[in-house]
C-alpha cells in the first residue's frame, strides 16, 4: 500500500509540474481553494470574481464529487468555468487540472482558481501545480479543526477563517482558532473575511495582488508598509 | 485500481460482519455517525450522553486524523471512549472499529455511538459493522450538500440536520435541503435539531429509542402512533 502510494503521488508530481510550467508560460496565478463541505468556497469566488473584473483576467475550475451546480454560480458571475466530477474520489489530483487546463480559456496574466472538492483531508497531499494553498475555514465549525485535520493547515499559505458575520450568534473563540492553526503552521497568514458580507474582504484581494506581482498590487501593498516581494 | 477497491472493501465486509456479530451478542445498537467537520457531531454525542444516561449504558468510538479532544469531551461528560486517530486516513474501517471494541467496555444492552472522521466522502463506502448509518449536515453548509456528496445520504438512515439555532442568522431553505436529501435518499429519515440548545433533540432519542426495541422505547413511540418495529 505504501508503495502504491509513493506512485501516485510521484505520477501526481510529474502532471504537477507539467500544470505548473504551463500556468507559468501564460504568467497564470493559480490558487488551490480547500475547506470542509459548506464553508462558502463558492460564495467567496463568485464576490471574488465579481470585485475583480477589472483587474485581472480570471477562470475557475471547480471539484466536486456530483453536479455542475458550483460552476453555473462561477458562469453566472461572469467567469469562465469547468466543472470536474470526481466520482467516488475525495479530492482533485494534477492529472484531473490538467485536463481541464485543455479546455479552459487560459486567463493570461491573471488568475486561476481551483476550488477542490470539500474535504479537510483528502486534497492536503495532492499538489495541483498551483502558486498557492489557501485553507478555507468557518467559524462555525470550531476552534480545533487545525489540530484535528493537521495536513491541510500545514499545506497551506493562507488561511481564510470565513463566515465572520456569524460570530456574535455563536461560542466560536477566534484566538484560539487562530493559535491552533499557528501551532500547525507558523508561516500561514491569516485573514478573517465575511464572503458573505464582504467584510474583511478586500486584505483577501491584497494578499492575492502580491502574490501576482502586477504594479498596481505592489504600489498598494508597499503604501501599507508591507515591503514588495 | 478497481480490483484493489474490490479487495479493500471485501476485507472491510468480513470484519464488519465480526463486528455485527459480536454487537449483537451483546444487544448493542451500534450507530456509525458522520458530517463534515465542525457540522457538532461531539456536541450532539455530549448532550445525549448526558440525557440518555439513565436508559442505556453508552459508550463510544471516536475518529480523528489527529488529537483525542474528542474522546476526551465524551469521558467528559461520562461515558467510556476510545480515540482512534487515522493519520493520514479519512475515514474509519471496520477492522479499526473491532481493535477498539476489544479495549473498549461493551455497553451491553445500550448504545455504541461511533463518531466517524469529519469528511462527507470517504465514510460513505465503509461499513463499520453498525445497525445504522446517521448523517449529521448543519444549516451552516448549505442546501445543496446532498447532491453533491450523495454517496453518505443514500448510505444514511437518519439525516440530523443539526444547528438549527442559527437558521434565522442565514439565507439556508430548510425545505429545499431537506428535498434535496430525499431525492437522493426517498426512505431517509429526517430530523431537525440543535445540539447546543436542545430543541428538537427529543426527536432523535425517540428514533434511537424505536430501534434499541427496549419496552420502555417501544410504549413511548407507540403512543405517538407510530408502529413499534
Chains 1, 2 share one sequence.
Not at 464529487?65 to 466520482?87: C, F, K, L, V
Not at 502580491?210 to 501593498?221: I, P, Q
Request: with cysteine; charged share 20%.
Amino acid at each position: 500500500m505504501i508503495q502504491l502510494e509513493r506512485n501516485i503521488l510521484g505520477r501526481n508530481a510529474e502532471y504537477a509540474a507539467a500544470n505548473r510550467a504551463r500556468l507559468g508560460t501564460a504568467r497564470v496565478t493559480a490558487l488551490n481553494v480547500m475547506s470542509s463541505p459548506g464553508s462558502g468556497k463558492t460564495t467567496l469566488l463568485v464576490r471574488a470574481i465579481t470585485d475583480l473584473r477589472g483587474r485581472y483576467p480570471i477562470a475557475v475550475i471547480e471539484g466536486d464529487q456530483q453536479t455542475s451546480n458550483d460552476a453555473e454560480r462561477i458562469r453566472a458571475a461572469g467567469a469562465p468555468a469547468i466543472q470536474i466530477n470526481t466520482g467516488k474520489g475525495c479530492h482533485l489530483d494534477a492529472h484531473m487540472v490538467g485536463h481541464a487546463l485543455d479546455t479552459l480559456a487560459m486567463p493570461a496574466g491573471g488568475l486561476l482558481f481551483i476550488e477542490n472538492v470539500g474535504n479537510l483531508v483528502c486534497p492536503a497531499a495532492f499538489d495541483l501545480g498551483e502558486a498557492h494553498k489557501i485553507v478555507v475555514l468557518s467559524v462555525t465549525e470550531g476552534e480545533d479543526k487545525p489540530l484535528k485535520y493537521p495536513d491541510i493547515f500545514a499545506a497551506a499559505d493562507l488561511m481564510l477563517i470565513n463566515k465572520a458575520d456569524l460570530i456574535p450568534h455563536l461560542d466560536v473563540d477566534l484566538g484560539r482558532m487562530i493559535d491552533y492553526a499557528r501551532r500547525i503552521n507558523p508561516d500561514m497568514d491569516v485573514l478573517v473575511v465575511s464572503a458573505r458580507t464582504g467584510a474583511g474582504i478586500a486584505d483577501f484581494y491584497d494578499w492575492i495582488a502580491h502574490r501576482t506581482g502586477s504594479k498596481n498590487a505592489t504600489a498598494r501593498v508597499a503604501a501599507q508598509g508591507i515591503p514588495p516581494t
